[in-house]
């Protein structure tokens, strides 16, 4: 019996696939997936509370989409979260990089997490990188 848990590692910094990962997470949770997404790296420091600095595209259609009505990434995560129970995890690792606290996040993130923690809970289901 397949499982319905879905896992989305994310650690980049471009705009295009933060897109597709909240895209991902969004639809994961809206349709009854049990989602846990891990952002870490180059993903975390777009999760920032009142940060305001746009991720830099990929390539031509990032900046296409930046100029459409394409809702932002946040607020993808976000609604996986509030409509879907989606949790989204700050990598505890990134954020002693970063020098972070759980409150300078915005405040739908779920508690840090560690990597070991995610993978061992997502080897029970589907795991996506973006």
């Known amino acids: 019996m397949p499982s319905n848990r879905v896992g989305v590692l994310v650690v980049t910094g471009f705009h295009e696939r933060l897109q597709m990962a909240g895209m991902v997470a ?24 009142d940060g305001d600095r746009a991720p830099p595209a990929e390539g031509s259609f990032g900046a296409t989409m930046a100029s459409t009505n394409v809702p932002p990434f946040r607020q993808l995560f976000e609604q996986a ?3 879907g129970g989606a949790k989204v995890h700050p990598c ?39």
């Open 26 to 49: 969004s639809v994961a949770a809206v349709s009854g997936s049990d989602v846990t997404v891990f952002l870490s790296m180059n993903a975390l420091q777009y999760f920032v509370r």
């Open 81 to 83: 979260v509030s409509l």
């Open 92 to 130: 505890s690792m990134a954020m002693d990089v970063l020098r972070l606290e759980p409150g300078d996040l915005v405040d739908w993130l779920a508690e840090p997490l560690g990597l070991t923690r995610f993978l061992a809970d997502a080897l029970e289901g589907t795991l996506v990188t973006f």
